[in-house]
């Protein structure tokens, strides 16, 4: 098997494949194209009236690219209670990962308070497009929110596409969607002819303007 560097791993996510690993303690990573590729639609995106209503409390103090190392763990960790008893980040995973966000290709949203950690998610920007990999959370409704500030981040960044890989009734809450892999591959190509800004979106701006930015609430 050809060793997989961080710039393969890179140019994969151009072509709409991405990596994972059969488990914590796997040597080997596998590529994966679904058939149904999941997405969120960013201009009908979906905020529940509750998590609008958490997201004005402003409960949490929300952070970009701070400390992925973290954000990529605590994705990994294996948590029976939470209904985790396996993941598919490995070790090897977490080394090419953290060598794509040293570069700049890999971004978090991070959600803390009381300075602790506790949600968020990571994932790989590569043109106008963003792939979400994994998120977390210690307490509730912070991995909700910081998809929620993805949103407003990638709207304001220029993106075109929100991939989500795959889709769970968690996720189609927000309206997230499938279509096949054709119809993906020629979506990602569109977006890939244009460049996103992750930090254009001031880390300033109100829960308010996040909410608007959003447009669609459920």
């Not at 791993?9 to 072509?15: C, E, G, N, S």
């Not at 488990?23 to 201009?43: K, L, M, S, Y």
């Amino acid at each position: 098997m050809t060793a997989i560097t961080p710039d393969l791993l890179l140019y994969a996510y151009t072509q709409g494949i991405f990596p994972m690993a059969e488990g914590p303690g796997a040597d080997d990573i596998f590529w994966v194209e679904p058939e149904q590729r999941g997405i969120f639609p960013i201009d009908s995106f979906h905020v529940p009236r509750s998590l609008a209503r958490t997201i004005r409390r402003g409960l949490f103090d929300i952070k970009i690219d701070t400390d992925f190392d973290k954000v990529i763990r605590q994705c990994a960790a294996i948590n029976i209670s939470k209904g985790r008893a396996e993941t598919w980040i490995n070790d090897e995973i977490i080394r090419l990962y953290s060598t794509l966000f040293q570069q700049g290709h890999v971004h978090t949203v991070e959600c803390w308070q009381d300075d602790r950690m506790v949600g968020g998610l990571y994932g790989v920007s590569v043109g106008g497009a963003f792939c979400g990999e994994s998120m977390f959370h210690t307490v509730t409704d912070a991995s909700k929110v910081a998809l929620v500030y993805l949103l407003a981040r990638l709207k304001v960044g220029g993106y075109s596409l929100l991939d989500a890989q795959f889709i769970t009734p968690h996720l189609s809450r927000f309206g997230a969607i499938e279509i096949p892999r054709m119809v993906y591959r020629n979506r990602l190509q569109e977006a890939l002819r244009t460049k996103g800004d992750f930090h254009l979106l001031s880390l300033d701006e109100s829960p308010e303007t996040v909410l608007q930015l959003t447009t669609q609430m459920s």
